[in-house]
């Protein structure tokens, strides 16, 4: 079955260390996205990436960093820079811009 | 730019309808709405196109007014199942930045 998988599920960082957070999907799909969710709030977008090899920061692209060398694959780095990165993260990925989202599970991020 | 939703939250019992909004100060050129239940990923409900028709999906129906730049989700005869937070979203700009509302808070009520 197509989807989009993140993993890991759960995640702790301890101060000064970067993580990184895995997001896979097999919809051939050409857009994908990340975004941070805070307790009761909406989603933030962080990163977008349009096609292989590109990709555009969101409003909230400080601390963190992504690559897209594969069109399957979109990893996000939560860098040391990110002082407050507890939160929940989702990636989405759309078979072109502007077209319905479709979402990971999430990955739930916390300080040690 | 984030599209502003209205209500923040709402408390119906089955059977009872209600409308959520959604409105922008920038030009609308497509609406999509998700559901979020608590905990996990959103889902994609619908999306509504500059110049489409009014869409539907079962009990629950969206329509998309361009003039002012506003769309509307309506759920009629509310059931358990429609709980969760409501958002809207839409994109902007040369690469199609995305952006949702800050969502309805929707708690349907046996």
């Known amino acids: 079955d197509g989807g989009i998988t993140q993993s890991p599920k759960y995640l702790f960082r301890k101060e000064g260390q970067n993580v990184t957070l895995s997001c896979e999907q097999n919809l051939n799909h050409d857009a994908m996205y990340w975004y941070r969710q805070d307790p009761g709030q909406g989603l933030r977008l962080i990163y977008y990436?349009?096609?292989?090899?590109?990709?555009q920061k969101g409003d909230i692209a400080e601390g963190y960093s992504v690559s897209r060398e594969k069109k399957e694959s979109f990893p996000l780095t939560v860098t040391s820079a990110q002082k407050n990165p507890t939160a929940f993260y989702l990636c989405?990925?759309?078979?072109?811009?502007?077209?319905?989202?479709?979402f990971g599970d999430g990955t739930r991020l916390s300080i040690l | 730019q984030q599209p502003v939703q209205s209500p923040q939250a709402v408390i119906l019992r089955e059977g009872e309808d209600a409308v959520i909004n959604c409105s922008s100060s920038k030009a609308l050129y497509s609406v999509h709405w998700y559901r979020q239940k608590h905990g996990e990923a959103p889902v994609f409900l619908m999306i509504l196109l500059k110049g489409g028709e009014q869409k539907g999906h079962e009990k629950i129906s969206a329509s998309f007014n361009e003039k002012k730049q506003q769309s509307s989700l309506y759920l009629t005869a509310s059931q358990l199942s429609y709980s969760g937070t409501y958002f809207c979203?839409?994109?902007?700009?040369?690469?199609?930045?995305?952006?949702f509302g800050s969502g309805t808070k929707l708690n349907v009520k046996p």
């Open positions: 979203g839409t994109g902007w700009g040369n690469f199609n930045k995305f952006y």
């Open positions: 990436s349009q096609i292989v090899n590109d990709f």
């Open positions: 989405a990925s759309s078979i072109q811009s502007n077209q319905p989202q479709h």
